[in-house]
């Protein structure tokens, strides 16, 4: 592995993961690939943007020709695909956009990575579990998506399982919780909750906030990806997460308390269609590896406040944007 094409590079994981391969392989050359659509932004990788090991190509995953075309140009061996519609909460609104990303995108890269004798790695998600009401899934488990989201992560992850079968495309994919830090969209629940409070807005809870996540730093997920891609078996998959869930509540609680902001901005409002209430991974198979996740929730989340409370220019002209739209449509009635 020398060049990777890194698709989905100018999102919230993917700039993170650009940023944390230029640090950890000085010898690799790195070229994100990205539509650019809401969530991907230029911004995100505004740092490294004069590294000569870096360069950015705009296209769609959806697009082979265009594909193809990078991969020649560059001279790619490494395809590691990040690109996704993710929210669940517009997969719920808009599932059409999806299902052609997250399983056409893939279906076009995996042919890519056919044709060209590469090497593939997909980032998952553990959604595609669905809601573990006790312990904890494990890679073998059976996959029961619950949102439209879910369903085309899963669908994804069937179709590079079969093209590992099928044609001997050597593949991993690692499956994350749900990450917290820098650069994420302000449409997330974290970055969402913080960036309100900060303007003393209320934080829309949903239903009961009982719900049940694993928040892990968006850096410790990267050192994950990192080695299953360089020491994972083809054809396996690896979770990856710390092993500890957080109540939403709690996790509303902790943002404010970090914040000196008072409880009552909590607002708790309608629950969203087949909110799944718990989400837990068993990351043995990674710590195997040698793997283990650098920062507790609580340090990931003072980080990740930190970073919001400093950094204003990056998400103050999001939040004005097109975004007051979709949260007006998201929350409003509620």
Known sequence: MRNLLITGGAGFIGSNLVRYMLRKHPDYHLVVYDKLTYAGNLDNLRDIASDRRYAFVKGDICDA?????????????????????????????????????????????????????LRYHQVGTDEVYGWVEKGSSRETDGLMPRSPYAASKAGADLLIHAYFVTYQVPVTITRGANNIGPYQYPEKVVPLFITNAIDNLPLPVYGDGRQMRDYQYVLDHCEGIDLALHQGKPG???????????????????VLKLLNKPESLIQHVAD????????????????????????????????????????????RKIKSGDYKEYYRKQYAGR
Request: charged share 30%.
């Open 65 to 117: 020709e265009a594909v193809e075309s990078a991969i020649r140009d560059h001279k790619i061996d490494t395809i590691v695909n990040l690109a996704a519609e993710t929210h669940v909460d517009r997969s719920i609104m808009d599932p059409d956009a999806f299902i052609k990303t997250d399983v056409y995108g893939t279906y076009v890269l995996l042919e890519a990575a056919k044709k060209f004798g």
């Open 236 to 254: 396996e998959v690896y979770n990856v997460g710390t092993g500890r869930e957080t109540v939403n509540l709690e996790m509303a609680r902790l």
């Open 272 to 315: 969203r269609p087949g909110h799944d209430r718990r989400y837990s991974l068993d990351v043995s198979k990674l710590s195997g590896l040698g793997w283990e996740p650098a920062h507790t929730f609580e340090e990931a989340l003072e980080k990740t406040v930190q970073w919001y409370v400093e950094n204003e220019w990056w998400w």
